[in-house]
């Protein structure tokens, strides 16, 4: 088990730093595996990552991208994760069609879980009651500690079988899909990026206090095999 911290000055700086962490463990497992899968999150900051991502040479043909989380919303929604990642990452990077697994948030909750989950299994080629092992998994967190779409109190955080479901988010009122705590504490390696000062309370709760995912859902993964958290100053402020 390994959890590192890196603080940068800014969110660039920190988004940076997370997608050159992330270009080097893609480059660590291509030389050794033929394929690398990737799961990715939304959100304003992994924006400024996604687009310093597009300038680098990532082998693009290798790597297969999953998504943390989705809103149940179509592709096209400016809600959507799969939007914002096609317009900063996947359309100026060119990364090949064939290899981008989206979550079909236009499709009944329930449904694009099932899918998805599908997807997932038949991708790396397991059965029904088995793990997937993500290579790379990024996630964010909120100023309320939740992280993927796992918000606190969601029964799904004590749920540790299955791959994705659908939840409902009280706080936006809106139906998302999500990858389960299973899978998230299954990844090879975990990097999560966070900044803003909002994000002080629930950083230092997720590191100074005792385990406890139903109040911060945080805390899933991050005792996982190679955790590392990019942040910026504002949000790090809190930490010793």
Known sequence: MSVQRFTAADPVGASDACAHHILRLTESALRT????????SGGSTPKLMFQAMANMPFAWDRIHLFFVDERCVPP???ASNYKLAKEALFDPAKIPAANIHRVEGELVPGVAALRYSA???EFF???EGEMPRIDILHRGMGPDAHSASLFPGDPLID??????AATFAPKFNQWRVTLLPGVLEAARHTVFLVAGADKVEALRA?????YDPRRYPAQIGNAGEDVAWFLDEKAAVGLV
């Open 33 to 40: 595996q033929n394929r690398v899968s990737l799961a990715i």
């Open 76 to 78: 096209d929604d400016p």
């Open 119 to 121: 997807t997932i299994r």
């Open 125 to 127: 080629g397991i059965e």
């Open 159 to 164: 749920l540790h079988a299955g791959i994705a």
């Open 206 to 210: 997720v590191f100074h206090e005792p």
